[in-house]
């Protein structure tokens, strides 16, 4: 009798397994929303890209949503309050890290409030330049960004960005001012390159590609410690007139924490299946992207180590929001 009483409890576990469990393995059912707080730019170009080929691998749809503003903390909180049913992904850079070190009262803890799914890409930067600007060295940009503090204007896709802390961080290291301008997404400040409105600023190469032709911007250096295979003849700001400088981020997909580990293990695997495909591999070298990818406890440990990167770097720039 004792034998057929454990017989009946194994055979009832099915039913008795938690819903979180269930749903785990039903994952996913329907459609998926990635979040991505920066319209145009890197962020919208990596996370478009990838999550295309994901939505054709799990069968089910996937709809973007941009949610722009506040350097990306916006979107974030959007996500951070989501159900951690995996149905709703963020893709954001590594801004999402430097916030915490930015502003002082965020609805959500950048750490604690997210699993991080995987990095998509390396995000690097290039120096460009409005062509009035009486430049075309870094070398010369250094010298007339000293003769006038202040007075040439950069913009970036929002305080705290990639963007702005890799134009503030050649301040710091090159000795010069210039005043940071934001703008709500990196495409309206490469915008204001090109139209005058600004003189300079760090772009990715999705901000950066429609300019390059009839001479609306200027491209002076790379912000990576090589030079990128898209563009051989850019030097590196550390060979045209910085030594030792090198910034450069990730861009990344995150899930709202409490969200079951099975999920956040397939979302890992979809994405690490999108990379590898021909096709995603095609159109990020058409955008000048390189793959990154890790696994959810890679990236934990990663972006522990940036925050603390991060930290040193705000407090060493004295970069603000504005």
Request: aromatic share 6%.
């Amino acid at each position: 009798m004792r034998l057929d009483l454990r017989l009946l409890f194994l055979s009832a576990l099915p039913a008795l397994m938690s819903p979180c469990l269930a749903h785990a393995q039903a994952y996913p059912s329907k459609l998926i929303r990635v979040v991505i707080p920066w319209p145009g730019g890197s962020n919208d170009a990596a996370g478009r890209i990838v999550f295309q080929r994901v939505a054709e691998s799990i069968g089910q749809p996937v709809v973007i949503e941009n949610r722009a503003g506040a350097s990306g903390t916006i979107g974030a909180g959007y996500v951070a309050k989501s159900p951690p049913d995996g149905y709703t992904v963020m893709v954001t850079s590594a801004s999402h890290i430097s916030n915490a070190h930015l502003y002082k009262n965020l609805p959500f803890d950048a750490l604690n409030d997210f699993i991080g799914i995987t990095p998509l890409t390396v995000q690097t930067g290039i120096l460009i330049v409005h062509p009035s600007l009486p430049v075309k060295t870094v070398r010369e940009l250094i010298a007339l960004a000293k003769a006038k503090p202040n007075q040439i204007l950069y913009g970036s896709s929002g305080s705290g960005s990639y963007l702005h802390l890799a134009m503030a961080h050649f301040n710091v290291m090159s000795g010069t001012r210039m005043t940071h301008v934001p703008y709500k997404g990196g495409d309206a400040a490469g915008i204001g390159v090109a139209g005058g409105e600004l003189q300079a600023m760090v772009a990715s190469m999705p901000i950066v590609r429609p300019h390059m032709s009839g001479n609306r911007i200027r491209v002076l250096a790379v912000t990576s410690e090589a030079r990128m295979k898209q563009l051989p003849d850019v030097p590196t700001l550390a060979e045209a007139g910085v030594p030792g400088y090198e910034f450069t981020a990730w861009v990344a997909a995150f899930a709202p924490a409490g969200t079951n580990r099975a999920i956040v293990d397939r979302l890992s695997a979809e994405i690490k299946k999108a990379l590898d495909h021909p096709d995603v591999i095609a159109k990020f070298d058409n955008v000048a992207f390189e793959q990154l990818f890790m696994t959810p406890d890679q990236f934990a440990v990663r972006l522990k180590s940036d925050s603390d990167k991060y930290a040193k770097l705000i407090a060493l720039t004295g970069a603000k929001v504005d």
